[in-house]
């Protein structure tokens, strides 16, 4: 958004799904489909090229691995110092080993337990959005969407738009897994980008057009303007908030009950995916009202705490102080 304005980054996402995504994710339904097996990409080389270059391929896929996957412990260590602050190197490198050691443990146990794990990591990192969605989407204001940065950084908004719309290859590494490859990956890829660009493309659209005013933690964040501490702003915040949010999530619920509940012919196929939005609803709404108002005043505090802590030492340092 930083790099081109909230109308290239949301036409962006709009456009590259369809002419970079789409076309990946139907040529590794194709592939694994013609060749079932576990392996994807280096299964796909050494079929084409020979045994040297398939090494090659991952052998190379292997090293890249090292960099990208310490990237998430990393980042994780990073969201987690705002709201503990600061920690030393030796406590950030035992909870980023933790990191590790328990996805590893995950990966070890097999594909269901990394499927079913999936699922939760994603609803529990969805339910939010889902949330801002709907409280926010009838407070966007359209005008915002169509705003363009002074200075454009073309290289920093297309890596980025690329690499988030990429890796869909890797979807073909447990081709050997899934039960009627012809039939599944087509429909499993499709269906996938789409949901991908939605929930890319939603949140970025409500999050940019909705006015600033409209949100519990800008609220909170006037208040806080106003004199009044990060506590007692975040219940301010939450107690206004209260109504918008309950109204929202019940009417999501209950637009989702008939799904859940299987009503209709032939959908009970549907009916897990239904209980699963509900209960992802549930849990966000949840932690909406209870989760973000105490992680707000917790990392406001800790915010005014390292503010003045450096206050007090540019005091000491100053010359003549």
């Known amino acids: 958004m930083g790099a081109g304005g909230s109308f290239l980054a949301l036409l962006g996402i709009i456009i590259l799904p369809w002419l970079w995504s789409l076309p990946t994710a139907l040529m590794t339904a194709e592939l694994s489909t013609a060749m079932p097996e576990d392996g994807g990409y280096v299964v796909w080389v050494e079929r084409a ?16 691995s090292f960099a990208d996957n310490a990237l998430y412990p990393v980042m994780f260590v990073d969201y987690l110092t705002y709201l503990r602050g600061d920690m030393p190197p030796t406590e950030r490198w035992l909870i980023g080993t933790a990191v590790i050691t328990a996805v590893t443990w995950i990966n070890l146990r097999g594909i269901r337990l990394v499927g079913l794990s999936s699922i939760m990591f994603s609803l529990i990192v969805l339910a939010p959005f889902a949330i801002m969605v709907g409280a926010g989407a009838p407070q966007v204001e359209t005008a915002n969407w169509f705003q363009r940065a002074d200075n454009i950084d073309w290289a920093l908004l297309l890596s980025t738009l690329l690499w988030n719309t990429s890796g869909w290859d890797n979807a073909g590494c447990c081709a050997a897994e899934v039960i009627n490859p012809p039939r599944n990956y087509p429909r499993a890829m499709i269906v996938t980008v789409v949901l991908v660009t ?14 600033n005013g409209n ?40 637009g989702m009950l008939p799904m859940a509940l299987a009503l209709g012919t032939g959908s009970e196929q549907n009916a897990p995916l239904g209980r699963a939005v509900i209960g992802g609803l549930f849990a966000a709404t949840l932690m909406t009202l209870f989760v973000v108002p105490a992680v707000y005043s917790i ?3 800790t915010l005014i705490g390292k503010k003045e802590r450096d206050a007090r030492i540019a005091a000491v340092s100053m010359p003549g102080a």
């Open 49 to 64: 090229f020979g045994r040297f270059w398939g090494f090659q391929e991952g052998w190379l896929s292997w090293l890249c």
């Open 198 to 211: 939605t929930v890319y493309l939603l949140p970025m659209a409500v999050g940019v057009g909705v006015s």
């Open 215 to 254: 949100l519990l933690v800008t609220f909170a964040n006037e208040m806080r303007e106003e004199g009044m501490g990060p506590i007692e702003a975040a219940i301010e915040g939450g107690h206004v908030r209260f109504r918008p949010i309950i109204m929202t999530a019940l009417a999501m619920i209950l």
């Open 299 to 301: 990392f406001s505090r």
